[in-house]
Nanobody
Framework: QVHLVESGGGLVQPGGSLRLSCLAS????????IYWYRQAPGKERDVVAT???????DYADSVKGRFTISRDNAKNTVYLQMNSLKPEDTAVYYC?????????????WGQGTQVTVSL
């Protein structure tokens, strides 16, 4: 069992920055791919950023150049640095842990952290 805890959300003005953190329990963090998703009211949950065990990253087009995902395996933590925030970035942000397990995958989600971008 892996427990994920997101933190760092809050209220920020347009153009501002926030850094989200996703802290994972357990000893297998370094081999997992970690995703940040977000879900706005009435919308589907969409992937925002991905970082693999080897450090490769990928981003949704809507956040490229503004968001940066990184990981610190020594701290079992993945970060999402969000700059130049826009009102449309308002959502609950979730982290997802996924790693191979035999022929299948283990998948865990955090409880989410609210990000609100508003004047």
């Amino acid at each position: 069992q892996v427990h994920l805890v997101e933190s760092g959300g809050g209220l920020v003005q347009p153009g501002g920055s926030l850094r989200l953190s996703c802290l994972a329990s357990g000893s297998t963090f370094s081999i997992a791919t970690i995703y940040w998703y977000r879900q706005a009211p009435g919308k589907e949950r969409d992937v925002v950023a991905t970082i693999t065990s080897s450090g490769n990253t990928d981003y949704a087009d809507s956040v490229k150049g503004r968001f940066t995902i990184s990981r610190d395996n020594a701290k079992n933590t993945v970060y999402l640095q969000m700059n130049s925030l826009k009102p449309e970035d308002t959502a609950v942000y979730y982290c997802r842990y996924r790693r191979p397990w035999g022929p299948a995958y283990l998948d865990y989600w955090g409880q989410g952290t609210q990000v609100t971008v508003s004047l």
